[in-house]
């Protein structure tokens, strides 16, 4: 099967831009789940990153951000979140006081995967499937609790569950 001169053309141009693409995203990736990148460039996750150096999930355990908050089970997933929340936290900043972040249905389905994911053997005699979410008890793990109100003083991003 012979390739026609106009397809070698496409194939020549398409080739190294798919390639460009697919670096890209994966450079963004990486870089954009880092705790660095969470802790300092996101500004309102500054308090977040600074309390969670006092954790047991960080001192201990070495747990990063994307740990918790990124889904693990699959790429595709990941990538499709990562674009979705970081364009919608991304707006939220933009064009809203960003004074709360709220985690949204999705987003706690992750972060209670990545609880169970990591604590199977402390959750292995716990009924997980009826609906409570590991961070109804433990709201201030690994992010610690502040004494200000959520709308007013500082940022602070807790995981609450939206109320219809």
Not at 19 to 32: D, G, M
Request: hydrophobic share 35%.
């Amino acid at each position: 099967m012979k390739i026609a001169a106009r397809h070698k053309k496409l194939l020549l141009v398409a080739l190294p831009l798919i390639l460009a693409i697919v670096l890209f995203i994966s450079y963004e990736f990486q870089h954009t789940s880092t705790n660095q990148y969470c802790g300092t460039a996101c500004h309102i996750m500054r308090s977040a990153y600074e309390d969670s150096f006092h954790s047991i999930h960080r001192e201990d355990m070495r747990v990063n951000c994307r740990d918790c908050h990124i889904p693990e089970t699959s790429l595709p997933e990941a990538l499709v979140y990562k674009a979705y929340s970081g364009a919608r936290d991304y707006y939220k900043n933009t064009f809203a006081p960003p004074d709360v972040l709220m985690v949204k249905d999705w987003s706690q389905r992750i972060i209670q995967g990545n609880c169970i994911r990591c604590h199977q053997a402390a959750v292995a005699k716990i009924n997980t499937s009826d609906g409570k979410m590991c961070f109804d008890c433990h709201r201030g793990i690994p992010h610690g609790q502040h004494p200000e109100s959520f709308s007013t003083g500082r940022i602070y991003t807790p995981v609450r569950r939206n109320t219809p």
